[in-house]
């Protein structure tokens, strides 16, 4: 839109939007860019010495004493407000920062420890009780998480362990396997080594060998073991564990305890009648 007086206008500029179409920009007089920029005021050593001592008396002067003391000093009275409003701002901020310093320095003041303590400790250090070590818990890495659960699970049954012989009739069964071929050795009645019976079966997409340990009437097993314990690809519950179905034990291996020479051994429970 054109305005009705052109007169106002000094400064026209032409542009182009994102589309192309060209706009004619209009500035007002009193928007004008190139008018230039007031000069800061400077003052004598003994303008700023009068005016500072005024300050310290009476941090505010208006009226009729400003007016007196602009035009003892050579100074306009607006050049004289402007100072004493710059100087009370600049108060302002250095008594902020002078405030803010000693919260600082009573925050250190309260956490370090004071002289009359240290002594006190030191000089009544035999009638203290000697601090007992620290016990940490180191998580173990990935590699031992595997075998970390089983060994758990037999320091509990070891804490906690009932003498089972006064329940059951125990009898040992040892399993030697090397790669796929294994031969099972016995107690009581079932003494000889000999070869394993073994099949191997396939379940939910898991190949397991089961061989089974020839405890016919048994109704329960105890804490396996293997030879030699460092064997990390044999691991209880997940590649190799004991297996019951229609009162015949078997002991499984899968995974990678399928390829290794390993020594399992389990004991078997008969029910105490089987004693008699």
Known sequence: MQPENDKY???VMHVKNANGESRTLQFPMRLDLDRPKRARTTFSEQQLRALDDNYRRDG????EKRAKL?????????????????RRTKDRKRKGSDDEEPTKKQKNIDTSPTPSSTSISSSSSTDLVPPTPSTSLHLPSGEMLPWIAPLLLFIISEATAVDYSKFALWEKRTLRCGGNLCTLEGSGKWMK???AECRVETEKGVTKQLCGVKCPGADRDSVISKTPMWNHKCVRFSTYDTLERNQEWFIWRSGACLQQNITLEVHCGFPEKQRK
Do not use: C, H, P
């Open 9 to 11: 206008m000094i400064r």
């Open 60 to 63: 505010y002067v208006t009226g």
């Open 193 to 195: 080594e000999d070869l």
């Open 70 to 86: 602009a035009e003892s000093l050579g100074l306009t009275d607006t050049q004289v407000k402007v100072w004493f409003q710059n």
